[in-house]
Nanobody, 121 residues
Framework: QVQLKESGGGSVQAGGSLRLSCAAS?????MGWFRQDPGKEREGVIT???????SYADSVKGRFTISKDNAYNTVYLQMNNLKPEDTGMYYC??????????????????WGEGTQVAVNS
């Protein structure tokens, strides 16, 4: 079992920044962040493999970065130049598969409860 807890969400003006954190009981081979809008499926935003290699959705390239602290079992999502379309519930996910990459949500075994991000225009 892997427990995940997100934090750092909030409301911000377009162009602003937020940093989300995911505290995990342990890190797995693929850690990711997903976004979900009401009535829609969760979509992958960004992931990080155990070797630190990131994978990005096209919509966030150049704006979002992912990092992890193995000593503290924490994954971070730095979101810069936020846009209104970045609004949604952000979930941290842990998967035990390889390779990591930007894979479907169905492959992930563990999920946090989510943290809300609202970007105002």
């Amino acid at each position: 079992q892997v427990q995940l807890k997100e934090s750092g969400g909030g409301s911000v003006q377009a162009g602003g920044s937020l940093r989300l954190s995911c505290a995990a009981s342990r890190l797995t081979s693929c850690m990711g962040w997903f976004r979900q809008d009401p009535g829609k499926e969760r979509e992958g935003v960004i992931t990080i493999a155990s070797d630190g290699r990131p994978s990005y959705a096209d919509s966030v390239k150049g704006r979002f970065t992912i990092s992890k602290d193995n000593a503290y079992n924490t994954v971070y999502l730095q979101m810069n130049n936020l846009k209104p379309e970045d609004t949604g519930m952000y979930y941290c996910a842990a998967g035990t598969f390889v390779p990591c990459g930007l894979r479907p949500a169905s492959l992930y075994s563990y999920w946090g409860e989510g943290t809300q991000v609202a970007v105002n225009s």
